[in-house]
Structure formats: C-alpha cells, structure tokens
C-alpha cells in the first residue's frame, strides 16, 4: 500500500485543512465540499486526513463494523454478544467512483438464494465500509442521480436499506462525508449540496515562493514517499493528539446565548433555506473552541463557522456565485453580539499557530469582462450593423430568465439517467421483462414465477417452497428520464444586435440553460457572426460556464448561418464519438437571415438538411420582431427537420409535442 501524503505537509490551504480538522473533531459537522479548479490538492488532503483520525473500537468478526459499546441490534451479521472492548482498528477512508454501480454502493442481495432457499446472502457494498469512518467522492458533481439519492438517504437516517421483491436488509451507515469537485464540470444537485455541512474554495496560490515549495515537496515525496512521511511524523503525530484531545474537550464546549443569537441573526440576515445552516453552524462554532482549547464560543468562532457553513447555503440557482458578503456578515454580527462574547474581528484567526488555522475564504477568482468599447456599431454594406474597433460590442445583459417548458429528444434513448427524455434505465416504471444479462439487478418476480411454473413436477418439486432455477430469472426491463446533450446554436450578428432583441434572446437562453441544469444535461454553445463561427463552449455539464459565456457574448456583423451550423454538426460528430448513447437536441437561435458569402441562403438550407438526414432532434427559436415577417426561421426548421417557435410561444406553452409531431409528420 502506497503511503499517503501526510497532511501537515499540505502547503498552504488553510480553509481546507481547517474544514478537515473540524469534522475530525466534531463528525457531527456533516462532513465537507471542497469546490475548486483541478491540481490544487484536494484529493490530497482529503486522503491525507484519514491517518489523523482516531482508531476506532470494532466488534471482532463484524463486516458492519459494529461498536462493542451499542451493537446495532438490526446488524445482518448480529445479534451479537457484548464482547467487552472489542478491538481497535485505523478509521478507514472509503472512495466510491463516479462510476460504481448500485450494488456496489449498497451491497448485493442474492435474489435466488433468498427465493429458492429464503436465505439471506448479503454482500456488505461501500456504504457499510465507511460506517464510523471517511466516504469519499472525487468528482461528486458527476456521479449518477440514484446513486446521489442513495447517498441522501443514507445521510438522512444514518443506515443503509436494500430491498429487492419483500426482502429486506437493514445495516448502520455513519460516515463522513467529504466530495470534491471541479465547478467547470457541472453543479450538484441542491438537496445533496445541502447535505455537506461546509464548503471550502481552493484556488492555486499565485505566490512563487509557495508554488516552488509545493513543488519540492511534491517531488521529494514522489522520490521516497516512505522517507518523506518519516519527516512529518512528529507534525502528524501532534495534529493527532490535538484531534483526539479537542474531541475530549467538545462536549465541555458552552455554546450560551450570545453566539446562538448571532448564529441565527446571520442565517436570517443570508436568507438561507431552512435550519440546518443554523445547526451545522452551532456545531462548527463549537467545534472551533475544542480545537482552540476553549470552553466558551467567540464570536470569532461563529464568524468562521458561518464563512465555512453558508456560502453554499445562499444559492439560489446555478448561476449565482458562492461566496459571503463579509462586511454584510460583520455588521450582523456586531449588532447581534451579546456580552457574554467578544466583538468580531474580521481579521481574527481562530488558531493562528495551529496547522489548521486560516481565517475567511479568499476572494473568489471568476471571469473579468473586457468591458468592451460602448462605440455604436456603424452599418455595413449590407445594411446590417457592424462592430466597431476590435469588432465587439459591448455585451448586452440578459433578460430575467423565465421557466420554459419542456423539450424533449422523441423515441426512447439508453442514456445517461436524467429527467429529459424517455429512457431504458435501472430505475423507472416497469415496462416488460427479459433475461438477465450478467448479475441480475432488478427482478421481474411476476415472470420469473411464469417462467419456473411449468417445471415444477419436473424438478421434483415436494414441499410449499417454488423450485427456482437461474434459466428461470427475469430481469425488469424500465423506463425512465434520460439527460440529453443540449447544443444551442446562437446567432450573434448584426440583425440580432438590438439591444433589446438580444436581451430578450440572452434571456431565453438563460431561461433553457436552466431548465437543462435541472434535467442534469449536457450543454454545448455554437454562436456565429461576422465571416465565421465558434464553439463558445464545448459539450459540458457545467451549464454556469455556457451561463458566463453567454453573458459576455459579443455581437454584430454578417450572418454566417450555414458556418454555425457545419460548426455545430462537427460538435456533434466529435460528441458521438466519446458518448455515443447520449442522443442531442440542437436549439438554433436565430431570426433565420443568411448573409456573406456566395448562396448564403442556399449554403444554409444544405447544412441544415445535414441534421434532418442523420435525424438529429431541433428546434428553431424564432427572433424575428417587428411588423413585417419574412418567416425565415420557420424555413429553416423545415430543412432541419425540425419545428420553430417564437420567443413568446417558447414562454407561454410546451413545445414538447411540436418536436415529436413535426419528427412524426417527417417519418
């Protein structure tokens, strides 16, 4: 077994490793999110913190790792004995992958031991591992729908439930929570973000000095990991100690009125959901005077605690930035100090010389626009509005976004599970049956029951009890929702310049954007102007970076309409490649004018017989204003293959069906 990093030699990241040491301390925290770009030692720190964590009292024998102080009485490996001490073991940090499957996660029930022979074989899956230990997830904001609502269960009621047709297992399941993620590629579902107790944005220092030491460090490390560890062993060995002694400590911790007050002035004053912001951070703020030796919460304790506890509370969809006002929370917090705390000092350090200390998150790093010139376009020669300059006007702000209805792919997909388009999935409504494929998941019981019947005298069948047989088994054939590779292709020429148009436009974008982060999609962005076209953003499931792209799209110039659908078409060749079950439905958004170049018109209409040959799902979003229609649009989405709607039509009422009659009629 390689060995681990150690923690203490974590190079900077003092909200992180403060995060960490909190929930080691105090479990009941909730566990952490650690948000931030890639290469910046998250996985590290996370695996590293499993060394310090204290040994932990098992039952000898037990798979479920049972306390010999309260046994679990519904434990499948029980009852058991009271065996006295037990015996101690290191707490174990269990990684579960994007990819693992249902029965990995919860444990396999062998469903023809339990029919044939009423036997209940059991697997424990990760979910009984990490009981009293670390569960962790890299890359959580990809893991799958149910296997993000098997983790919400089990957080919730703290065991693990299986069930497959009237048998039941029942097991404990406490663990640490701790996910990492990258927010390029997609946010998390609001009920689990919600889950983790803190949050923590980590960004690469900027410093040279601490990037060279994170580089020697490293490579020291890498070199002889063994002998590198042997240099942070006494560090570690004191990080240790105070864990366990902090942990002594906390329930001494007086958590008095004052701090409970600015607790819960600063949830209301944040306009977070609910109250388990406010008991996350009573636990925290308590949490920090155990690891600061205290026995009374400070003010100071309740302003880290919120730094750590809300930011991810306070959003409200995922286009808002996480992150506190700090001077918003330090006013809250002096006019709701009580007498019995201190005043809060935006500068404090909980533990300034503790390997753990840090104080607020640094200010978050996002997109700085350009600004742009404001110059008023002049008119080319065709008429339409031309940027000045560089080329660029400056960005319109969207419009407020709406909720639209639902698009949907037509016919039944095999794609990854989403809320979009009809799907065989794992989990869904029962449509049929067939023979299992591999290890049996889902059983049909009515035809696996139809299918051994016949044999019954044949195989001797005496007693009460069904003669079951593998031949026999049935799995339930489902249908479910599938999440769709969303590509918007945006017409951002001169004839969309108006502002008010392209507010409208942006809006309606936004508006889409959204509803594909609920339906957990991918999304691409195709936009067009002058003599070419680009991909603004390539298929990714981070709808908040094609929401950032978006905003500070340029616009103005000729209308290269068959560029950005050839451009777009190429996107989804490129796509098929590395996703091939995931079906596309491309939204072009455009007012239908082609210009520039020989034949733009008819140089249009073939590219867009490209998506109708190959049966690709469209829509056009028709934003054509004013008295006098040409229809354009509505003639695209002819040679697409596909349908056309206005921006009021995409607002007022479902387009779901139009997709599919249009699809129909084409057939």
């Known amino acids: 077994m390689t060995t681990p990093f150690p923690f203490t030699a974590v190079v ?80 174990r940090m269990v990684e579960l992958p994007v990819g693992a499957s249902e029965d ?70 406490r663990f640490l929570l701790v996910g990492t993620m990258n927010p390029e590629e ?9 889950r983790f107790g803190l949050t923590v944005e980590v960004a690469a220092s900027r410093e040279p000095d601490q990037r060279v030491e994170v580089v020697r460090r490293r490579l020291a ?29 906390l329930p001494s911790v007086r958590l008095g009125d004052g701090a409970l007050r600015q607790i819960a002035a600063t949830c209301a004053a944040f306009e977070v959901d609910g109250m388990r912001a406010d008991i996350v951070m009573a636990r925290t703020a308590t949490a920090l005077a155990a690891w600061a030796g205290r026995t009374d919460v400070l003010a100071e304790d309740v302003r880290q605690a919120a730094l750590l506890a809300l930011p991810h509370r306070r959003r409200r969809n995922p286009f808002d930035a996480p992150g506190l006002d700090e001077d918003k929370l330090d006013e ?28 607020g998150q640094p200010p978050a790093e996002g997109p700085q626009s350009d600004g742009g010139s404001g110059a008023r376009p002049e008119a080319g020669e065709d008429g339409e509005p031309q940027a000045s300059g560089a080329g660029e006007q400056t960005p ?75 031949d026999d088994l049935r799995q339930a054939v489902r249908e479910g929702r599938e999440g769709n590779l969303v590509l918007f292709v945006v017409d951002a020429s001169g004839s969309m310049a108006a502002r008010q148009r392209m507010s409208a436009v942006k809006g309606a974008v936004l508006s889409l954007l959204l509803d594909a ?70 939204v072009v958004v455009t007012d239908g004018r082609a210009t520039g170049g020989p034949e733009p018109v008819a140089l249009a209409g073939r590219s867009a017989r490209l998506f109708a040959a190959e049966g690709v799902a469209s829509v056009v979003v028709d934003c054509e204003s004013g008295p006098v229609r040409l229809g354009l649009a509505g003639q695209l989405a002819g040679e697409l293959g596909g349908t056309a709607v206005t921006l009021d039509e995409l607002r007022a009422e479902s387009i779901a069906g139009l997709v599919k009659d249009v699809q129909r009629r084409a057939a």
């Open 517 to 586: 982060y609920q339906r957990r999609d991918k999304v691409g962005l195709v936009t067009f102007r002058g003599s070419a076209a680009d991909v603004a953003l390539p298929p990714t499931s981070s709808v908040d970076a094609a929401a950032a792209r978006l905003e500070s799209l340029p616009t103005g110039g000729r209308t290269p309409l068959a560029a950005g659908l050839l451009r777009a078409h190429e996107v989804l060749r490129v796509e098929r490649l590395r996703d091939p079950a995931r079906r596309a439905l491309v």
């Open 12 to 91: 900077g990241q003092d909200d992180l490793r403060l995060a960490l040491l909190l929930n080691a301390v105090s479990p009941a925290v909730g566990g952490v999110l650690v948000r931030g770009e890639k290469g910046t030692a998250k996985s590290t720190a996370v695996r590293a913190l499993s060394a310090l964590m204290p040994q932990v009292p098992v039952l000898p024998g037990c798979r479920f790792s049972c306390d010999p102080a309260a046994p679990d009485p519904a434990c499948p490996d029980g009852p058991h004995a009271q065996t006295g001490p037990g015996t101690r073991r290191p707490a």
């Open 332 to 359: 809250t917090l002096e006019e709701f100090g009580g007498s019995e705390d201190e005043d809060p000092d935006p500068d404090s350090d909980p533990d300034p010389d503790g390997p753990g200390g840090g104080g």
């Open 221 to 249: 490390y890498d070199d002889d990991p063994d002998a590198f560890a042997t240099r942070w062993a006494d560090e570690e060995a004191t990080v240790r100690q105070r864990i366990v002694a902090a942990r002594e400590l």
């Open 104 to 173: 990995r996660l919860v444990g396999a029930l062998d469903i023809e031991r339990a029919l044939a022979e009423g036997v209940k074989a059991f697997e424990p899956g990760l979910l009984a591992d990490a009981h009293r230990g670390i569960l962790y997830v890299d890359e959580v904001n990809l893991l799958h729908d149910h296997l993000v609502d098997l983790l919400l269960d089990a957080a919730a009621m703290g065991a693990s439930y299986v069930e497959r047709e009237g048998v039941s297992v029942r097991h404990a399941a």
């Open 396 to 470: 319109v702000r969207a419009s407020e976004p709406f909720r639209t209805k639902v698009l949907s792919v037509p016919g039944i997909g095999e794609g990854a599970a989403g809320r979009r388009s009809r799907a065989r999935t794992e989990h869904g409504r029962t449509t049929g049956a067939r023979r299992p494929q591999g290890a049996l998941t889902k059983l049909h019981l009515a035809a696996t029951v139809q299918a051994a019947a016949p044999h019954q005298r044949a195989r001797g069948r005496s007693g009460r009890g069904l003669v079951v047989r593998r």
């Open 186 to 194: 997609g946010e998390l579902r609001p009920q689990l973000l919600d």
